[in-house]
C-alpha cells in the first residue's frame, strides 16, 4: 500500500512540477501580443488615412469703386456694395482707401487696387499669421 501511495504521490508531483512556469519566461499576454504583433508584421503594412483638405475655389475679387466721406466708407467688390467688415467670398473687408482695400480670408492678406480698365489689380501680400 504504501508503494502505491508513494507513487501516486510521485506522478501527481511531476505534472505539478511541470506546471511550474520558467520565471525568466515572458506572461501570457506578452506571448498573445507577440503573437499578434507577428501577424502584423506578416500583412501589408497599410498607411492611415490623410484628411482631404479640399481648396475652396472663389471667384475673382474685382474692386470696382470706393467711396470715403464723412462718417461713411464703402467699397464695391464684384458689384456689391460692402463697409468695413463685411465679407465676400469668404474675406472680410478691413480697410478702405481712395483707390485700394484690404481683405482677410484664411488669415491671408489681399489687397485689391482700383485701375484705370474696368478690372482692379489684386495683390495678396503676406500671411497674418506671426512667425
Not at 506572461?27 to 481648396?55: D, F, G, T, Y
Not at 467670398?89 to 491671408?108: F, G, K, W
Amino acid at each position: 500500500m504504501k508503494v502505491i501511495l508513494s507513487l501516486i504521490i510521485f506522478v501527481f508531483s511531476t505534472v505539478s512540477v511541470a506546471e511550474l512556469r520558467d520565471p525568466m519566461e515572458p506572461p501570457l499576454l506578452a506571448k498573445i501580443k507577440l503573437k499578434k504583433l507577428s501577424v502584423q508584421k506578416n500583412k501589408a503594412k497599410v498607411e492611415p488615412k490623410k484628411e482631404r483638405v479640399e481648396k475652396k475655389s472663389y471667384k475673382k475679387l474685382s474692386l470696382q469703386s470706393t467711396l470715403i466721406s464723412r462718417g461713411r466708407k464703402v467699397a464695391t467688390i464684384n458689384q456689391k456694395v460692402l463697409s468695413l467688415g463685411d465679407s465676400i467670398e469668404s474675406a472680410r473687408l478691413v480697410r478702405i482707401r481712395s483707390n485700394s482695400v484690404r481683405l482677410i480670408r484664411n488669415e491671408q492678406v489681399i489687397d485689391l487696387i482700383v485701375s484705370n480698365k474696368d478690372q482692379s489689380k489684386i495683390k495678396i501680400t503676406r500671411s497674418t499669421k506671426s512667425k
